[in-house]
T-cell receptor
Framework: DGGITQSPKYLFRKEGQNVTLSCEQN?????MYWYRQDPGQGLRLIYY???????QKGDIAEGYSVSREKKESFPLTVTSAQKNPTAFYLC??????????????FGEGSRLTVL | GNSVTQMEGPVTLSEEAFLTINCTYT??????LFWYVQYPGEGLQLLLK?????DKGSNKGFEATYRKETTSFHLEKGSVQVSDSAVYFC??????????????FGQGTILTVHP
């Protein structure tokens, strides 16, 4: 079955450590996104990528980094510069720019807790 | 810029009650509109969508009609079940892709249904 796989589902990190969250999709989608969700809040866009080897900052990119070396993969690194990294992280994808009504397909999420 | 406003929650209902979750939006042009549902500890799932004025999206007994004159996309269900307990997000996607497919989300509405 096609879909988006995020790993790990749960992750604990000590302060000052970088951590990388994995996102893989086999939907053949061009565009991929990372969102952050905090309790009682909506989704905030961190980074997005329309094509391989290209990505743009979203609304809250500070303290995060991404890469897009393959169409299927869009890993997110939460760096030690992120002041409040404890959150639920969601990866999503969509077909591509101007294709279809624009809905996103989401992974199951990764919950990061900083100890 | 674009924005989505949802009715504040949480919403608590008894099983078989009628559900309405209000959603209004601000956008230029003719956006596509979506409702997503998030069950505890999971990612978001697309519930329904509408791509032009007067379209009605429907799925699993839920319905929403794209009302351009009132810039609204209210979610309704005639008889809720305990299994409908979740967080519901209203979202819009720019038409024409000028913002490269970024979805704008509302803050989410928590629905709890009691037996």
């Amino acid at each position: 079955d096609g879909g988006i796989t995020q790993s790990p589902k749960y992750l604990f990190r000590k302060e000052g450590q970088n951590v990388t969250l994995s996102c893989e999709q086999n939907l053949n989608h061009d565009a991929m996104y990372w969102y952050r969700q905090d309790p009682g809040q909506g989704l905030r866009l961190i980074y997005y990528s329309q094509i391989v080897n290209d990505f743009q900052k979203g609304d809250i990119a500070e303290g995060y980094s991404v890469s897009r070396e393959k169409k299927e993969s869009f890993p997110l690194t939460v760096t030690s510069a992120q002041k409040n990294p404890t959150a639920f992280y969601l990866c999503a994808s969509r077909l591509g720019e101007g294709i279809g009504p624009g809905e996103l397909f989401f992974g199951e999420g990764s919950r990061l807790t900083v100890l | 810029g674009n924005s989505v406003t949802q009715m504040e929650g949480p919403v608590t209902l008894s099983e078989e009650a009628f559900l309405t979750i209000n959603c209004t939006y601000t956008a230029t042009g003719y956006p596509s509109l979506f409702w997503y549902v998030q069950y505890p500890g999971e990612g978001l799932q697309l519930l329904l969508k509408a791509t032009k004025a007067d379209d009605k999206g429907s799925n699993k007994g839920f319905e929403a009609t794209y009302r351009k004159e009132t810039t609204s996309f209210h979610l309704e269900k005639g008889s809720v079940q305990v299994s409908d307990s979740a967080v519901y997000f209203c979202a819009l996607s720019d038409a024409g892709g000028t913002s490269y497919g970024k979805l704008t989300f509302g803050q989410g509405t928590i629905l709890t249904v009691h037996p």
